[in-house]
């Protein structure tokens, strides 16, 4: 059917957006704005691809995808928690260099084939109508988004470790009087958002588009950003945009075959990254009940007393 076709499609290209934002969602807890989600993507694509060409190995190409994304993010965190540089600007130089180094790094790979990673089929249940498909049918990528949901909501509300990240966050000068090491914490979720986004890049070189291009994240990192936001910073409703963010995506595709809703598919490209721009437009202004949901410390940095 083609109704299932399309909730299919949708779920891959909801994926690497869900961890690209589950990511920068963690990290954004912790009380750091990094806008460098594009270029950890980019890297994680690439530094995925490339390994995975080169050993024959998907998952040490995953693998490989996250650790890019936490290399990137970890020089990220040097300039911005260590050396105090504005996390803005930072983030902004972070995506342009993943731009450009990625390009470099993937120029020997344009062009090459890679097999798609291979989906999880469990016999009797992948053939059953409209469920098989949608709940039997996908990579073990689209799985691991699924449950990263339920996993990071659970260590923001329900773990000593998570409250401490959610404490530093909300108050940075709170937090390191009664003793928490502030900028460990954002470290710490610094590198993880980054190891996110690097997966959600490997996703795409890997399982959504099996092959390396110049700039084939094409600003799902924007996306991811504004995914936070949207949110209000709770996971799921997180899952939810991201969802409907990759429907927006879909639906754009296949109204280029002709006008669906006598809607030009040029309107339907635009709506995610217009929905974007408003959304970072609200990060700046923090206001409204968008200003009232972020982290008190978002964006802040830390001057350690004496």
Request: zero cysteines; charged letters at 10%.
């Amino acid at each position: 059917m083609l109704t299932t076709a399309i909730l299919v499609t949708v779920m891959t290209a909801a994926t690497p957006l869900l961890f690209a934002a589950l990511g920068e969602l963690v990290a954004e807890k912790s009380g750091v704005l990094n806008l460098g989600v594009e270029g950890m993507m980019l890297m994680g694509a690439v530094g995925a691809f490339a390994v995975a060409v080169t050993t024959g190995s998907s998952t040490l190409g995953i693998l490989a995808g996250a650790g890019a994304g936490a290399l990137m993010a970890m020089g990220f965190g040097l300039l911005t928690l260590t050396f105090l540089a504005n996390q803005v600007a930072t983030g902004l130089a972070l995506t342009i260099f993943g731009i450009g180094l990625s390009a470099l790094i993937g120029s020997p790979f344009v062009g090459t084939p890679l097999p798609r990673l291979p989906r999880l089929n469990v016999e009797g249940l992948s053939d059953l109508p409209i469920l098989g498909p949608l709940l039997f049918g996908h990579d073990a990528l689209v799985y691991l988004g699924l449950v990263m949901v339920p996993t990071i909501a659970w260590f923001l509300t329900r773990t000593r470790a998570g409250l401490i990240l959610r404490a530093v966050g909300e108050n940075q000068d709170s937090a390191h009087a009664i003793g928490y090491d502030v900028v460990a914490v954002r470290y710490a979720a610094v590198a993880f958002g980054g190891a996110m986004a690097g997966i959600g890049g490997a996703y795409l070189s890997l399982a959504y588009t099996p092959m390396w291009i110049e700039q084939m994240v094409a600003g799902r990192g924007w996306i991811a950003l504004a995914l936070v936001v949207f949110a209000a910073w709770r996971p799921w409703r997180l899952l939810v945009g991201a969802y409907l963010f990759g429907g927006v995506s879909i639906l754009q595709l296949h109204a280029q075959g002709g006008a669906l809703f006598n809607v030009p598919a040029q309107v339907l490209a635009m709506l995610p990254y217009l929905a974007t721009i408003v959304v970072l437009t609200l990060i700046s202004s923090r206001s409204g009940r968008f200003g009232l949901a972020a982290p008190g410390s978002l964006g802040k940095p830390f001057h350690p007393a004496g």
